[in-house]
């Protein structure tokens, strides 16, 4: 049996392939958890990440959810205790970062659609789950729940040209605090995961403007020099977070709220 037989995880955010959702998806699968993808639609990439967490011997259903809808994270903590019968972890991994633009040229439209989707979003999914968490009441030692935010390394640091992002980071971190605080007495811990660049879809377009704009000639020389600056030599990947996840989710984590934690090779200090 593995740390999370009979609990359920939602990771918003997780159709698509060698995303950060997936292999989070992945690692919560290996250790026994029953697993809900979800992602604005649920398309063939989606339902193809949900076979290969299946294959990996857990129960799935794959849930469509817009969290910048309220009413969409309302149905989909619904729909996940319906299928699945509690929802016990959330992991808020939706996000979008590809409007790269400089900041004065940043249209309104922009601006409000990554803080709907990357911190209005994970409020949502956030207050629909611990009122279902609350009234499903707690598990033992484990208590009642975890929710687990995926910030960034842009949660802590400034980056240019990337100002919602950024703001919409920072403002998850606020999120992850005020909220543990709340939450605490309910037996649900919340935490923050703030990993560096990691190459997945958003990473790579992440790449291709920065190496342009820093004046690299290539995207392969960019990267190079990332890994070149890292203490630990390399960028992040994708397990890494899943890692942090798993850990912060597990009983052993039950005493830790309300804090950001760094999964940077130590690129990230504070």
């Known amino acids: 049996m593995g740390r999370f037989t009979g609990k ?49 011997g857990a129960k799935v259903a794959a849930i469509g959810c817009d969290v910048s809808d309220p009413g969409a994270c309302v149905s989909l903590v619904r729909h996940t205790v319906t299928a699945m019968g509690s929802i016990d972890i959330l992991v808020n991994n939706a996000g979008i970062g590809f409007m790269m633009k400089p900041m004065l040229e940043v249209d309104p439209a922009d601006w409000a659609k990554v803080i709907a989707v990357n911190l209005s979003g994970a409020f949502y999914c956030t207050q629909a789950a611990a009122r279902a968490m609350i009234a499903a009441g707690p598990k033992g030692q484990w208590g009642c729940g975890r929710i687990i935010n995926i910030a960034s390394q842009a949660a802590k640091t400034g980056f240019p040209h990337l100002p919602a992002y950024v703001s919409s980071k920072h403002g998850m971190i606020g999120l992850t605090r005020a909220t543990a605080l709340e939450l605490g007495p309910h037996g649900i811990t919340v935490n923050a995961v703030c990993p560096n660049h990691v190459t997945t879809g958003l990473g790579a377009l992440q790449n ?9 000639p290539s995207v392969e020389a960019y990267l190079a020099n990332m890994a070149a600056r890292n203490p630990m030599g390399r960028p992040g990947l994708p397990h890494d977070t899943a890692a942090a996840c798993a850990y912060l989710a597990s009983e052993d984590a039950f005493y830790i709220t309300g804090e950001a934690l760094n999964v940077s090779g130590g690129e990230e200090m504070h």
């Open 8 to 56: 359920t995880v939602v990771v918003t955010g997780s159709g698509k392939r060698g995303g950060l959702g997936q292999a989070i998806l992945r690692r919560f699968a290996d250790e026994g958890a029953n697993c809900v993808v979800s992602d604005i639609v649920i398309d063939a990439e989606a339902e193809e990440i949900a076979a290969d967490v299946a294959a990996r």
């Open 208 to 216: 291709a403007y920065f190496s342009k704009l820093l004046g690299f």
